[in-house]
């Protein structure tokens, strides 16, 4: 008996539904093989990878500050993504609107005013923007590849921040130490849950994921960069513009990555440091596809993502098993999700024959 | 030469029994018995859908059969591979060419048959020389015509000496005279002995050439005949299971104005191997039907992109709508316009494939009222998508099938369906029937002769001369990038549209130049 996969007539809405299941069913399995053979009790292992980090309050706002700008960022991308703009330099648009957003904080160190997180939030929105404008010019203007020019220039970010931190925004007082001076109260967002560093930064990814979901699902503009990402000559016959497609596109994933960036020094950070992402704007494209392109599968993968980042870390520090361990099961996890998606498109057949056609000598 | 009338020998060189193929959401073969004696053109006649293409993909081995047999002069054999359909003796022109453009002649046949290139074209001279299949060896592919191009494929497949010839639709690329000298080709193959599977849903060319015929409905065999015995309605009639209805075309409207006008239009290729179009010049008015007739890749395409706003143009005033210069307008600025485009390819350019139909139905209906300050006002998309599907009786679950469940006639006819409910001034539409079924082909034109006389200026392009012919008032040939002016279907025939097409123009007719007039 042979298997094949056979594509379906039409996506198979159960298996929409059954596969994260599978997924997490066939994790748990492997993970239970992959700790017995590293000498751990399974259960244990388990235990402290998914529920350990999430048991006391402190790990729930842990967990929800790094699935933030994982989720922001997600959100913007995706709607390129559909869109079939590939901007795969969320990272350095992070990075731009967190120099942005620090600058201002920096020059206004002392004032009270309120209007200074605002003008942070604007500041970084734009420098995302902005930092995403260069490869939607070259794209629409030059038909240059967004796909590099966006990568090149997140390590053209990474090193104007490192320039930044060792030189003009460097804390005049803090020993040499690369990094800002620490944000005074005006430049911070409020704290949510005494007791933890959750804060109102977190409220963005809210905002975003409701905002994307209203455009992707009920604007004629969405519709026009979806119809442009699945069938271009079909946008063309309708009259949709690609250039536009092609700058709103970058333009919004510029402004969600920016915005990602503030949260992270007005909030956990508290000043701009070397390293302000610990490659959120990488991960991000993949919590964008685990989400399967959906703002509220989004959530639920950057909710995912931030627990296998928390669990990797207790295993670490409880497990004493080696980093290369948990970055395995993390890999486990994705795949056997991504995976168990092809069922929703495709089905297994047995490849039967009873005939004398097509037998093989 | 092999008498064809006589009963065919008592062992066919080619014989399917109960040949039976399912996939995932149809039936394509259902238990399909076929005979083709020595020296036999056989005719595999039937809609698009009803399983003549997996029919012959399982004799080529590109397919595999769930159930049944095949016999090869008496004796079962295994075809699992259309290399061991070659070596069995089984050869095959598709309907698409595989040629490689940048190749010659000679090289793209080097690549299936084996032998010296030198040789190689002393053998392709010979054998085109002796069926009437002149091709130049040494041409590189891309300045062949499609005629040619089908010679070359014929050609690769003779040298390969098959007893047996399929061909899947061969004619639908061609220019009546070709058709004539294909024809002619054929019989003397037959005469030597080879048999032919001709594939084909065009009646009169089955009945001129065919011995023997066997008709495909919905997967089944529903009749093995003598298709010179019969009538063109009777082959309908087993081919679709009624009759066939003509578009009925009374005379056109007296008052009627200039809706499109196009002129002294000249415009570069855009690709490679794109046409260029070279001072074109045509006019259309309300209530008639312009046809543009033509083989494909002869600049259609190019003007269709033009009219329709994809392509835009200098100076405005090369292309008129209703009045207005249109030249630099895109496509949503001409639809708020009055215009309508029905475009050859359906999916991916007239439709978005995974997406509903009523989601579809925004991409160019968008402007009746389904959207407000940016949103998209979803129980209108789908009210106008239901409309669609029940007055162009589309079959589909509703308007949250997703376009690409359709079968190709059902989106076109929600595709024709979604143009003509917004009430154009002009409509464009490409191929119009390409690859229907009979029925629908006879719904959609009889639809559009129904726009006509309700005042709509039509543009039809269409490789179909009986289809022109049938609904049109004047017809205009495209060749080489170039029109002829448009003249009244009674003041020509196919004879000499026919002539037209292969690029034998007319010495400026008087008649033809004064745009409109009959």
Same mark, same amino acid.
């Given at each position: 008996? /042979?298997?094949?996969?056979?594509?379906?007539?039409e996506?198979? /809405?159960?298996?929409?539904?059954?596969s994260?299941?599978?997924a997490?069913?066939l994790?748990?399995?492997?993970?239970?093989?992959?700790?017995?053979?590293?000498?751990?009790?399974?259960?244990?292992?388990?235990?402290?990878?998914f529920?350990?980090?999430?048991?006391?309050?402190?790990?729930?706002?842990? *967990?929800?500050?790094?699935?933030?700008?994982l989720?922001?960022?997600?959100?913007? *991308?995706?709607?390129?993504?559909?869109?079939?703009v590939?901007?795969?330099?969320?990272?350095?648009?992070?990075?731009?609107?967190?120099?942005?957003?620090?600058a201002?904080?920096?020059r206004?160190?002392?004032t009270?005013?309120?209007?200074?997180?605002?003008a942070?939030?604007?500041?970084?929105?734009?420098g995302?923007?902005?930092?995403?404008?260069?490869?939607?010019?070259?794209?629409?203007?030059f038909?240059?590849?967004?796909?590099?020019?966006?990568?090149?220039?997140?390590y @053209?970010?990474?090193?104007?921040?490192?320039?930044?931190v060792?030189g003009?925004m460097?804390d005049p007082?803090?020993?040499?130490?690369?990094?800002?001076?620490?944000?005074?109260e005006s430049?911070?967002f @409020?704290?949510?849950?005494?007791?933890? /560093?959750?804060?109102a930064?977190?409220?963005?990814?809210?905002?975003?994921?409701?905002?994307?979901?209203?455009?992707?699902?009920r604007t004629?503009?969405?519709?026009?960069?979806?119809v442009?990402?699945?069938?271009?000559?079909?946008a063309r016959?309708?009259?949709?513009?690609?250039?536009?497609?092609?700058?709103?596109?970058?333009?919004?994933?510029?402004a969600?990555?920016?915005?990602?960036?503030?949260?992270?020094?007005?909030?956990?950070?508290g000043?701009?440091?070397?390293?302000?992402?610990?490659g959120?704007?990488?991960?991000a494209?993949?919590?964008?596809f685990?989400?399967?392109?959906?703002?509220?599968g989004?959530v639920?993968?950057?909710?995912?993502?931030?627990?296998?980042y928390?669990?990797g870390?207790?295993?670490q520090?409880?497990?004493?098993?080696?980093?290369?361990?948990t970055?395995?099961?993390?890999?486990?996890?994705?795949?056997?999700l991504l995976?168990?998606?092809?069922?929703v498109?495709?089905?297994?057949?047995r490849?039967?024959?009873?005939?004398p056609?097509g037998? /093989?000598? | 030469?092999?008498?064809p009338?006589m009963?065919?020998?008592a062992?066919?060189?080619?014989?399917?029994r109960g040949i039976?193929?399912?996939?995932p959401s149809?039936?394509?073969?259902?238990?399909?018995?076929?005979?083709?004696?020595?020296?036999?053109?056989?005719? &595999?006649?039937?809609?698009n859908?009803?399983?003549?293409?997996?029919?012959?993909?399982?004799?080529?081995g590109?397919?595999?059969?769930?159930?049944?047999?095949?016999?090869?002069?008496?004796?079962?054999v295994?075809?699992?591979s259309?290399?061991?359909?070659?070596?069995?003796?089984?050869?095959?022109v598709f309907?698409?060419?595989?040629?490689?453009?940048t190749?010659t002649?000679?090289?793209?046949?080097?690549?299936?048959?084996?032998?010296?290139?030198?040789?190689?074209?002393?053998?392709?001279?010979?054998?085109?020389?002796?069926?009437?299949?002149?091709?130049d060896?040494?041409?590189?592919?891309?300045?062949?015509?499609?005629?040619?191009?089908?010679r070359?494929?014929?050609?690769r497949?003779l040298?390969?000496?098959?007893?047996?010839?399929?061909?899947?639709?061969?004619?639908?690329?061609?220019?009546?005279l070709?058709?004539?000298?294909?024809?002619g080709t054929?019989r003397q193959?037959?005469?030597?002995g080879?048999?032919?599977?001709?594939?084909?849903?065009?009646l009169?060319?089955?009945?001129?050439?065919?011995?023997a015929a =066997?008709? &495909?409905?919905?997967?089944?065999?529903?009749?093995?005949?003598?298709?010179?015995?019969?009538?063109a309605q009777? &082959?309908?009639?087993?081919?679709?299971?009624k009759?066939?209805?003509?578009?009925?075309?009374?005379?056109?409207?007296?008052?009627?104005?200039?809706?499109?006008?196009?002129?002294?239009?000249?415009?570069?290729?855009?690709d490679?191997?794109? =046409?260029?179009?070279?001072?074109?010049?045509?006019?259309v008015?309300?209530?008639e039907?312009?046809?543009?007739?033509?083989?494909?890749?002869?600049?259609?395409?190019?003007?269709?992109?033009?009219?329709?706003?994809?392509r835009l143009v200098?100076?405005?005033?090369?292309?008129?709508?209703?009045?207005?210069?249109?030249?630099?307008l895109?496509?949503?600025?001409r639809?708020?316009?009055?215009l309508?485009?029905?475009?050859?390819?359906?999916?991916?350019?007239?439709a978005?494939?995974?997406?509903t139909?009523?989601?579809?139905?925004?991409?160019?209906?968008?402007h009746l009222?389904m959207?407000?300050?940016?949103?998209?006002?979803?129980a209108?998309?789908?009210a106008?998508?239901?409309?669609?599907?029940?007055?162009?009786?589309?079959?589909?679950s509703?308007?949250?099938a997703?376009a690409?469940?359709?079968s190709?006639?059902?989106?076109?006819?929600?595709?024709?369906?979604?143009?003509?409910?917004?009430?154009?001034k002009?409509?464009?539409?490409?191929?119009?029937?390409?690859?229907?079924d009979?029925?629908?082909?006879?719904?959609?034109?009889?639809?559009?002769?129904?726009?006509?006389n309700?005042?709509?200026?039509i543009?039809?392009?269409?490789e179909?001369?009986e289809?022109?012919f049938?609904?049109?008032?004047?017809?205009?040939?495209?060749?080489?990038?170039r029109?002829?002016?448009?003249?009244?279907?009674?003041?020509?025939?196919?004879a000499?549209?026919?002539?037209?097409?292969?690029?034998?123009f007319?010495?400026?007719?008087?008649?033809? =130049?004064?745009?409109?007039?009959?």
């Amino acid at each position: 008996m /042979r298997l094949r996969l056979e594509s379906r007539p039409e996506p198979s /809405r159960a298996m929409l539904l059954a596969s994260p299941v599978i997924a997490t069913s066939l994790t748990l399995a492997a993970g239970f093989v992959l700790f017995l053979a590293l000498g751990q009790r399974p259960g244990a292992a388990l235990h402290t990878f998914f529920v350990t980090p999430v048991s006391t309050w402190n790990g729930v706002a842990e *967990l929800l500050l790094k699935a933030a700008p994982l989720v922001l960022i997600a959100q913007g *991308l995706t709607i390129g993504f559909r869109a079939n703009v590939w901007n795969i330099g969320a990272e350095g648009q992070l990075i731009l609107g967190a120099i942005a957003a620090s600058a201002l904080a920096i020059r206004f160190d002392g004032t009270t005013s309120a209007w200074l997180l605002p003008a942070m939030v604007a500041a970084g929105i734009l420098g995302g923007m902005a930092w995403a404008a260069v490869p939607a010019f070259l794209r629409a203007r030059f038909h240059a590849n967004e796909i590099l020019v966006t990568l090149m220039l997140t390590y @053209v970010a990474g090193l104007l921040l490192s320039y930044l931190v060792h030189g003009p925004m460097r804390d005049p007082q803090g020993l040499n130490f690369p990094q800002s001076i620490l944000f005074g109260e005006s430049a911070l967002f @409020v704290n949510l849950l005494a007791g933890t /560093r959750l804060n109102a930064s977190v409220l963005f990814a809210l905002a975003v994921t409701l905002g994307a979901w209203i455009f992707v699902t009920r604007t004629f503009a969405g519709y026009q960069m979806l119809v442009g990402g699945l069938a271009p000559l079909a946008a063309r016959y309708a009259g949709f513009s690609e250039t536009r497609a092609v700058w709103s596109a970058l333009l919004i994933g510029g402004a969600a990555a920016g915005l990602a960036g503030v949260g992270e020094v007005a909030g956990p950070l508290g000043q701009l440091l070397p390293t302000v992402s610990p490659g959120y704007g990488f991960a991000a494209i993949i919590v964008a596809f685990v989400g399967r392109l959906h703002p509220f599968g989004i959530v639920a993968a950057g909710l995912l993502m931030s627990l296998l980042y928390l669990g990797g870390e207790a295993a670490q520090i409880a497990l004493q098993v080696p980093y290369a361990v948990t970055s395995l099961f993390q890999g486990l996890l994705l795949f056997c999700l991504l995976g168990s998606d092809i069922f929703v498109f495709y089905r297994v057949r047995r490849a039967h024959r009873r005939s004398p056609i097509g037998g /093989r000598p | 030469m092999t008498e064809p009338s006589m009963q065919p020998p008592a062992v066919p060189r080619l014989a399917l029994r109960g040949i039976t193929k399912v996939y995932p959401s149809v039936v394509a073969n259902d238990a399909i018995d076929l005979d083709v004696g020595p020296g036999e053109i056989h005719a &595999l006649l039937g809609e698009n859908g009803a399983g003549k293409s997996t029919l012959v993909k399982i004799i080529y081995g590109v397919v595999r059969a769930d159930a049944g047999e095949i016999r090869w002069d008496g004796r079962p054999v295994s075809i699992d591979s259309p290399g061991a359909a070659r070596r069995v003796g089984i050869g095959m022109v598709f309907q698409h060419f595989s040629l490689f453009e940048t190749l010659t002649v000679a090289e793209n046949i080097s690549l299936a048959v084996p032998g010296a290139l030198r040789e190689l074209s002393t053998r392709i001279a010979e054998l085109s020389q002796r069926y009437g299949l002149p091709v130049d060896p040494r041409r590189p592919v891309h300045t062949l015509s499609v005629g040619e191009r089908q010679r070359v494929e014929i050609v690769r497949c003779l040298l390969q000496e098959p007893k047996l010839l399929i061909l899947d639709e061969p004619t639908s690329v061609l220019p009546p005279l070709a058709v004539d000298r294909l024809f002619g080709t054929l019989r003397q193959l037959a005469a030597e002995g080879c048999s032919i599977l001709y594939i084909s849903h065009k009646l009169d060319e089955i009945q001129s050439l065919c011995h023997a015929a =066997t008709v &495909l409905r919905a997967g089944r065999v529903t009749g093995t005949v003598d298709p010179r015995r019969e009538s063109a309605q009777s &082959l309908a009639r087993m081919m679709i299971g009624k009759d066939l209805p003509a578009a009925a075309h009374p005379e056109p409207a007296v008052d009627r104005q200039e809706r499109l006008v196009v002129s002294g239009l000249s415009l570069p290729a855009d690709d490679p191997f794109g =046409t260029r179009l070279t001072d074109i010049t045509l006019s259309v008015h309300s209530g008639e039907i312009v046809g543009i007739a033509g083989v494909s890749g002869n600049g259609q395409k190019e003007l269709m992109t033009v009219l329709s706003g994809e392509r835009l143009v200098e100076p405005p005033e090369a292309v008129r709508l209703c009045g207005v210069p249109a030249g630099r307008l895109g496509p949503r600025l001409r639809r708020a316009r009055g215009l309508a485009f029905v475009p050859e390819e359906r999916l991916g350019r007239g439709a978005v494939p995974p997406v509903t139909l009523a989601e579809n139905a925004l991409l160019t209906a968008a402007h009746l009222d389904m959207v407000r300050s940016g949103f998209v006002r979803v129980a209108q998309t789908r009210a106008f998508a239901a409309r669609c599907i029940q007055e162009f009786d589309v079959k589909a679950s509703g308007p949250d099938a997703a376009a690409r469940s359709l079968s190709g006639g059902n989106l076109q006819r929600y595709l024709v369906g979604r143009e003509i409910l917004q009430q154009p001034k002009v409509l464009l539409v490409s191929q119009p029937t390409w690859g229907l079924d009979v029925g629908a082909a006879a719904f959609i034109r009889q639809r559009l002769v129904d726009m006509r006389n309700a005042g709509t200026a039509i543009l039809v392009v269409s490789e179909e001369l009986e289809e022109l012919f049938e609904i049109c008032d004047r017809i205009a040939v495209m060749f080489g990038g170039r029109l002829t002016p448009a003249v009244s279907v009674k003041a020509t025939s196919v004879a000499e549209i026919g002539a037209w097409m292969t690029g034998l123009f007319p010495a400026e007719r008087a008649d033809a =130049t004064a745009g409109g007039r009959r």
